[in-house]
C-alpha cells in the first residue's frame, strides 16, 4: 500500500478535530439576528428592546441564571414546547441562540 494512502485515516482524523470543533462553534451574532427575528415577538432579547411579553422571562434574566448552560438550553430550543412557537431551528441555530443568550451574562 501506498505510504499517503496508509495515513489517509489519520490525516482525516485531523482534519475532523481540527476543523469539525471550528465548523460547530456557536456563533452568538448569528444567534442575536435569529433572536430578534424570532424570538422577540414574546421575549426581550436586547437591552434596548422597549416590547415584549410580559409573563415571559427576557434574554438577560435567562443568561443570568445561575444555572445557565448554553448546551441545556439549545437542546431545550430543539425541543417542541407548549408555551413556546414551533420554530424549526437547527442544531447549529439553537446553538447560535443559546450562545448569544449566554453572552448576555
Not at 2 to 25: D, I, K
Not at 61 to 84: C, G, Q, S, V, Y
Not at 88 to 105: F, K, T
Request: hydrophobic residues 45%.
Amino acid at each position: 500500500m501506498h505510504a499517503n494512502l496508509r495515513r489517509l485515516p489519520l490525516l482525516l482524523t485531523v482534519a475532523a478535530s481540527t476543523y469539525g470543533s471550528a465548523a460547530l462553534a456557536a456563533d452568538p451574532d448569528h444567534g442575536g439576528d435569529l433572536a430578534r427575528r424570532w424570538c422577540a415577538s414574546c421575549h426581550a432579547v436586547t437591552s434596548e428592546q422597549k416590547q415584549a411579553s410580559a409573563d415571559v422571562p427576557t434574554f438577560v434574566a435567562i443568561a443570568r441564571k445561575p444555572d445557565f448552560n448554553p448546551e441545556k438550553l439549545a437542546l431545550f430550543l430543539l425541543d417542541p414546547h407548549p408555551k413556546m412557537p414551533n420554530f424549526p431551528l437547527s442544531r447549529n441555530e439553537a446553538a447560535d441562540i443559546a450562545a448569544y443568550i449566554g453572552a448576555l451574562r
